[in-house]
């Protein structure tokens, strides 16, 4: 009876679909990497690399993603509000849908079917389902703060309540099309237009799905798994009403050197390059809150998932902005150094992050711990090695491509053709693959870790029956 | 059950730093709003004068 009113059901539920939907995107993830350095792992038509790379995407972001951030979600709210949801068959009906909809999405993208917006691929019908399911997301977290048992806000439910309202802004306003049939639509904005409102979406989906979600998990389980109270309250606080102010101006930093206005693109450097000041208020929070006792990096394993997630998420935080500036992405934009830094934010970033809030929340839920510490470290040193490899690489070899592709003879013609570039490409793409073998390995430890420890768990509550 | 289920909010935020900027953080956090201000001027075509399209006309003329 408890069990349900607590709904550690769903949580489960959503971490495991979460880690379901994860190794998913992480197998398409590699296929498409071998795919760009041999053009025979293309399979026409459903598994080549166009629509492998929007499964691969999606696949991670919403279904990896969003599913932890739903189950992680309502097991923050139900300890900081002191209540179980308030809808708690809603949240069950929420994680069937959630479920239904990434695969309707996956094989909707196996078709073809593709609004060609980046991270809003998924045709109208979908949409709609989206939306539902947010609103039923939304119902339940808005609920039960409102109807709270614990006066004061922990700055996790800003976080949260931020996440909510800002995505479903965002998707509605970048999804609105017209329909032209059932699995075809144009969207309401064209041209310039069209670009401007899908960065502004584009660069928030990273801000508010790979952003304000993971620092909220940061937060919480920072302080629960270390036992060390957060540095500063005011901190944080300031930090979140900033980072959530400068955010939503600084889409137009992925089109410089556009048609879009001049004044436009400059409003938005403007505002990203702000942005280094409210994240680091976070990095620097986190890091004074171990810095009261660093001995915690060795005695509990999860510190360290912690602290070089924030540190990887600080270091986002100055490449990022720093991509924005005018001659920087003159060098880097269209080059492979994008992908560098994506990978470090997605599986330094959010992935570590994540993995070490549910190494945290499986053995809660079940009163036990962890079935292996260790290979909770192997883990870690894995997807630690797999992606600096990844964004290495990358960086090397897209700052090379930006070079030679500037680089012009005495007549001003240029030196190389694109051809000559784009194979200098090759070695730096082998050994990206290679890093992801390295990654998904850790990640295969990760997922037997917390398998086992559901079994132990399992063991252990039916011998107590 | 029940004691794990809850979290005491005393035990995520600490006392005596509860309300501490570190000075740094303050500066660069105001650092970069003026250097925003200056930004914002040089490279917006009505008040700085730079434009996307002369600097490209300038990049020609060398
Ligand atoms: C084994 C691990 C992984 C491998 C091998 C891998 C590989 C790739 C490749 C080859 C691309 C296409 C790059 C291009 O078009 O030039 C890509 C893009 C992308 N991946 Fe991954 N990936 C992995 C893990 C992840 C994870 C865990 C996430 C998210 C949680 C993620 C999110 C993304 C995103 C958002 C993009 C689009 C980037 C852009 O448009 O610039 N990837 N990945
Ligand atoms: C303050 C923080 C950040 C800023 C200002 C920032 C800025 C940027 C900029 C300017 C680009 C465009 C690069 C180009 O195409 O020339 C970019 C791309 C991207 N960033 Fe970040 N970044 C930040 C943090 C992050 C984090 C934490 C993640 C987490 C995963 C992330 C994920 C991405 C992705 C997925 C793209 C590729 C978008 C695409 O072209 O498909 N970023 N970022």
């Known amino acids: 009876m408890n069990e349900y009113q607590y709904d550690h059901q769903t949580v489960k539920g959503f971490i495991l679909s979460s880690i379901f939907w994860g190794v998913v995107g992480i197998v398409i993830g590699l296929w498409i990497s071998i795919q760009m350095w041999n053009a025979d792992w293309n399979i026409a038509p459903y598994f080549t690399f166009g629509r492998l790379r929007v499964v691969h995407t999606n696949g991670l972001a919403f279904g990896l993603g969003v599913g932890a951030i739903f189950g992680i979600f309502y097991y923050i709210v139900m300890r900081l509000t002191k209540r179980p949801l308030l809808f708690p068959k809603l949240a069950r009906v929420h994680l069937w849908v959630f479920n239904a909809a990434i695969a309707l999405a996956a094989l909707s993208l196996f078709a073809g079917m593709n609004q060609s917006l980046e991270y809003a691929e998924l045709e109208w019908p979908l949409d709609i389902g989206i939306v539902i399911l947010w609103v039923m997301f939304a119902v339940n977290i808005f609920g039960t703060v409102i109807k709270r048992k614990e006066e004061q806000m922990y700055i996790s439910l800003w976080y949260i309540i931020a996440t909510v309202v800002a995505v479903a802004v965002l998707y509605i306003v970048n999804n609105l099309s017209i329909p032209a049939g059932l699995t075809k639509s144009y969207s309401v904005f064209a041209g310039v237009n069209s670009a401007n409102v899908e960065w502004w979406y584009g660069h928030n989906a990273v801000g508010f799905v790979f952003t304000t979600p993971i620092l909220a998990m940061f937060y919480y389980f920072l302080p629960k798994s270390t036992g060390l109270p957060i540095y500063s309250h005011r901190l944080s606080i300031i930090a979140f009403w900033s980072l959530i102010f400068g955010y939503l101006w600084t889409g137009a930093h992925h089109l410089v050197y556009t048609p879009l206005p001049d004044w436009i693109q400059t409003t938005a450097i403007v505002f990203t390059i702000f942005l280094i000041a409210p994240s680091w208020g976070s990095v620097v929070n986190g890091y004074y809150t171990v810095g009261s006792d660093w001995s915690k990096m060795q005695s509990q394993y999860l510190t360290k998932f912690f602290i070089w997630g924030i540190t990887f998420y600080g270091l986002q935080t100055v490449q990022g902005p720093t991509q924005a500036l005018r001659v920087v992405s003159s060098l880097i934009h269209y080059t492979d150094w994008v992908p560098g830094h994506v990978h470090m934010g997605t599986m330094g970033w959010v992935t570590m992050t994540t993995a070490a809030s549910m190494y945290y929340i499986i053995p809660k839920i079940y009163n036990t711990e962890i079935y292996s510490v260790k290979a909770a470290n192997t883990h870690f040193w894995l997807v630690l090695v797999g992606q600096l490899m990844f964004s290495v690489t990358m960086w090397i070899t897209g700052i090379q491509q930006g070079a030679l592709w500037k680089a012009t003879n005495a007549d001003g013609s240029l030196k190389y053709t694109f051809y000559e570039t784009l194979i200098k490409n090759y070695p730096f793409w082998r050994l990206r693959t290679l890093a992801g073998v390295i990654f998904t390995v850790g990640m295969l430890f990760f997922i037997y870790n917390i398998l086992m420890t559901i079994r132990k768990g399992s063991i252990l509550a039916a011998s107590k029956a | 059950m029940a004691d794990h289920f809850v979290d005491d ?38 008040l700085g004068g730079w434009s996307q399209n002369s600097a490209l006309e300038e990049s020609l003329q060398k």
């Open chain 2, 9 to 46: 909010i005393e035990k995520f935020e600490a006392k005596e730093t509860a309300h501490t900027l570190p000075v740094g953080w303050v500066i660069l956090f105001w650092a970069l709003i003026l250097w925003g201000v200056y930004y914002f001027y040089m490279y917006t075509p009505s």
